[in-house]
């Protein structure tokens, strides 16, 4: 079970009313996002790097090079902070300063513990079900080698917080009279269409599993 905003550290300080502690939310935002942030400290220097993930359960899974120093750093129990960011919208109020952004999105906070045994391959199946789904039956399993080489993570969602933006933009009684448009932009993101690899030796089809692919 998540602890949601049930710390100080996972407490909002700036618009808590945006705070959902909402488990539901916290599981629906990890699974519409596609990439998250992970930070790691290397020598004093904090770096964010991007990386494709999945939910499954109450952990996120992450997956890399076991040469990687973004993986090497996390399995080595380091702290760390993973963000999910979903952008729906951007917010014209009459003034800049009320201008804002519609947004869903999640922090979390922990360590990293090593995935092993029969777990990596469960976690390996997540990620590519959450980024592509329907390949896993489909395209070549890794092999033995492929396996050694990649590293798999687990962040469990035991200290996270949710911020959930919408609404229109809440412009002060003043400003209400000035003749400026005001509303609110939605933003979504799609897939295009599917561009066949030039390599393909045969003459097959874009899977249906690809053409259902939505956003
Ligand atoms: C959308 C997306 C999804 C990704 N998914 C994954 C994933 O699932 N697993 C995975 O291992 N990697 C993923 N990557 C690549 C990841 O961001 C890192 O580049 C990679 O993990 C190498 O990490 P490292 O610690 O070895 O980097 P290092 O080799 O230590 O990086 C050295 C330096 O290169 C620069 N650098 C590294 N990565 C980036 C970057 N992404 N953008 C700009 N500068 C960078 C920085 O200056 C950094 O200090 C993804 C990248 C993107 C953009």
Same mark, same amino acid.
């Given at each position: 079970m998540s602890s949601l905003g049930g710390t100080a550290r996972t407490?909002?300080?700036? !618009? *808590?009313? !945006?705070?959902?502690?909402?488990e539901g939310d916290l599981h629906a935002i990890l699974d519409a996002a596609l990439v998250a942030h992970i930070c790691v400290i290397d020598q004093g220097q904090p770096f964010i790097v991007p990386v494709g993930f999945a939910r499954a359960n109450d952990v996120v899974y992450l997956h890399g090079s076991t040469k990687s120093r973004l993986f090497t750093l996390l399995a080595s129990g380091a702290p760390t902070c993973l963000t999910v960011t979903l952008l729906d919208g951007l917010v014209l109020a009459r003034s800049l300063f009320e201008s804002s952004m519609h947004y869903r999105s999640v922090m979390v906070l922990g360590s990293c513990r090593v995935v092993r045994g029969s777990e990596k391959l469960t976690a390996l199946k997540a990620i590519s079900d959450h980024l !592509? *789904?329907?390949?896993w039956g489909d395209a070549r399993l890794p092999n033995a080698q492929e396996d050694k080489a990649t590293m798999v993570l687990a962040l469990p969602l035991d200290e996270c917080s949710v911020k959930i933006s919408s609404g229109p933009p809440e412009d002060s009684a003043a400003d209400l009279a000035r003749e400026v448009w005001a509303g609110v932009v939605p933003l979504t993101e799609n897939f295009g269409e599917p561009i066949a690899s030039d390599d393909l030796a045969f003459d097959i089809d874009v899977p249906d599993y690809v053409q259902r692919w939505k956003r």
């Open positions: 407490t909002g300080r700036r !618009l *808590p009313e !945006l705070a959902s502690v909402n !592509l *789904p329907g390949r």
